[in-house]
């Protein structure tokens, strides 16, 4: 059965740094492109970045391009996030996904498995 | 503000069906794939069509996808209390490279 699982979610005060993991497991890790997707309190979803199989290819949403990294280690089945210059708009629950039948990030056919998201909390 | 437009609520009551519409533009609804999700807020979304149309195995025939120019719908047939929750529209932007999403939409079963 495939499963993510998130971490590292907490509470950071403004302009502090946090990094996620998410650890895979049920299917061969390095096939895939992989998504961290989030969504704040009160709002619907919104797209961070995405990195495809080996890491090659990354993108970012412009809110966070400068700031966030999106890295992966096939070998230990892991994805991360590493977010600098965290704002008070960072705050959400992040999610990371699945591509469902691509390597790429960019494969539009949809996001097959999510897991249950950390959440992260930036305030004073 | 969403670069997809869904409504911000639907409701029927059960046993009915309802339409849940996704407004995008040239640059991703037109252009790619659309898939749907279903989330309770604060729980993983669920895939519930992919590829626009298709459906994961083992997920009911009551869910259906179309698709036509900027706009894409997602049909629930047979509503039941458990279809309650938010529904979102996802697909990939060719302008902005990156995924975009609608704003999701509540569904209230009567």
């Known amino acids: 059965e495939m499963q993510l699982v998130e971490s590292g979610g907490g509470l950071v005060q403004p302009g502090r740094s946090l990094r996620l993991s998410c650890e895979a497991s049920g299917f061969t890790f390095d096939d895939y492109g992989m998504q961290w997707v989030r969504r704040a309190p009160g709002k619907g979803l919104e797209w961070v970045s995405g990195?495809?199989?080996?890491?090659?290819?990354?993108g970012y949403a412009d809110s966070v391009k400068g700031r966030f990294t999106i890295s992966r280690d096939n070998a230990n089945n892991q994805l991360y996030l590493e977010m600098n210059s965290l704002r008070p708009e960072d705050t959400a629950l992040y999610h990371c996904?699945?591509?469902?039948?691509?390597?790429?990030?960019?494969?539009?056919?949809?996001?097959?498995?999510w897991g249950p998201g950390t959440l992260v909390t930036v305030s004073s | 503000q969403s670069v997809l437009t869904q409504p911000p609520s639907v409701s029927a009551a059960p046993g009915q069906k309802v339409t849940i519409s996704c407004s995008g533009g040239?640059?991703?609804?037109?252009?790619?794939?659309v898939s749907w999700y279903r989330q309770v807020p604060g729980t993983a979304p669920k895939l519930l069509i992919y590829?626009?149309?298709k459906r994961p195995s083992g997920l009911p025939h009551r869910f259906s996808g179309s698709q036509s120019g900027t706009s894409a719908s997602l049909g629930i047939t047979g509503l039941q209390p458990g279809d309650e929750a938010e529904y979102f529209c996802g697909t990939w932007d060719s302008t902005l490279n990156g995924w975009v999403f609608g704003g999701g939409t509540k569904l209230t079963v009567l």
């Open positions: 990195i495809g199989w080996n890491g090659g290819s990354r």
């Open positions: 590829d626009t149309y």
């Open positions: 996904a699945k591509v469902l039948d691509s390597g790429s990030y960019w494969d539009s056919s949809g996001l097959d498995q």
């Open positions: 040239s640059s991703n609804v037109a252009r790619n794939y």
